[in-house]
């Protein structure tokens, strides 16, 4: 596999978490799939992957990844860029104060068409803020 096809795939992989497939993230984990995020957890597995990321998606529904830069050494990709989502209210519109914006870096393993490894690196707490905070006034 080149590195041009191991980015295309590393892209492909954030293109779907952008629209929230689950199905399609799946089809594109490795079966030894080791998902780690930015506090150090690791998930293990396309099985606890899907789960996880219908869990991300119900806690965060506005939940996008923005690549600005990416490189490439051999079956590595590295990627730039910002995660933005919001934290809801239990009922009610999302207001421009639930929005968070953080930047982000991601370490995306792949290997004969498949994502082995998906790292995410950024500063949590911004968001952990937003969801400590009381819900606004319906």
Do not use: C
């Given at each position: 596999?080149?590195?041009?096809?191991?980015?295309?795939?590393?892209?492909?992989?954030?293109?779907?978490?952008?629209?929230?497939?689950v199905p399609a993230i799946v089809a594109l984990l490795a079966r030894d799939h080791l998902w780690v995020e930015p506090s150090g957890r690791e998930v293990r597995g396309p099985d606890r992957a899907r789960?996880?990321?219908?869990?991300?998606?119900?806690?965060?529904?506005?939940?996008?990844?923005?690549?600005?830069?990416?490189?490439?050494?051999?079956?590595?990709?590295?990627?730039?860029?910002?995660?933005?989502?919001?934290?809801?209210?239990?009922?009610?519109?999302?207001?421009?104060?639930?929005?968070?914006?953080?930047?982000?870096?991601?370490?995306?393993?792949?290997?004969?068409?498949?994502?082995?490894?998906?790292?995410?690196?950024?500063?949590?707490?911004?968001?952990?803020?937003?969801?400590?905070?009381?819900?606004?006034?319906?």
């Amino acid at each position: 596999m080149t590195g041009s096809e191991q980015l295309r795939t590393a892209l492909k992989l954030v293109n779907e978490i952008n629209r929230h497939d689950v199905p399609a993230i799946v089809a594109l984990l490795a079966r030894d799939h080791l998902w780690v995020e930015p506090s150090g957890r690791e998930v293990r597995g396309p099985d606890r992957a899907r789960d996880g990321w219908v869990h991300v998606f119900a806690r965060f529904p506005e939940y996008h990844i923005a690549i600005e830069d990416a490189l490439e050494a051999g079956p590595v990709v590295g990627m730039m860029g910002v995660v933005t989502g919001a934290v809801p209210a239990a009922a009610g519109p999302i207001t421009p104060a639930q929005r968070w914006r953080v930047s982000a870096a991601w370490k995306v393993v792949v290997r004969d068409g498949r994502v082995e490894r998906f790292q995410a690196f950024s500063d949590e707490e911004p968001i952990r803020r937003l969801e400590s905070l009381p819900a606004p006034p319906a």
